[in-house]
């Protein structure tokens, strides 16, 4: 089993950046893919971001340039850096972890969420 806690969500201005973070609890996750995907309001949960166990990232067309994900597996921790926030980046924003091999961006493929944490961008 895998316990995932997701913060640093929060109320910030477009423009501007927040960080969250995601530590695992339970087994070490350095040898899974962890995943970044978000759920706004009325609408299906899609990927935002990954990083493969060996440190490959791979982002959303809507983030890439903006959003950077990265890995300490030393201290079983992601992160997700987002910078030049959108009103339309609102949405609540879940950590993944899939310990297959399959494609990155497929909810189902991951095995173990967090509970998420609420990114709010006013305009």
């Known amino acids: 089993q895998v316990q995932l806690v997701e913060s640093g969500g929060g109320l910030v201005q477009a423009g501007g950046s927040l960080r969250l973070s995601c530590t695992a609890s339970g087994r070490t996750f350095s040898n899974y893919d962890v995943a970044w995907f978000r759920q706004a309001p009325g609408k299906e949960r899609e990927f935002v971001a990954a990083?493969?166990?060996?440190?490959?990232?791979y982002y959303a067309v809507s983030v890439k340039g903006r959003f950077t994900m990265s890995r300490e597996n030393a201290q079983n921790t992601v992160t997700l850096q987002m910078n030049s926030l959108k009103p339309e980046d609102t949405a609540v924003y879940y950590c993944?972890?899939?310990?297959?091999?399959?494609?990155?961006?497929?909810?189902?493929?991951?095995?173990?969420w967090g509970q998420g944490t609420q990114v709010t961008v006013s305009s």
């Open positions: 993944a972890v899939t310990t297959g091999r399959g494609a990155l961006s497929v909810v189902y493929n991951y095995e173990y």
């Open positions: 990083i493969r166990w060996s440190g490959g990232t």
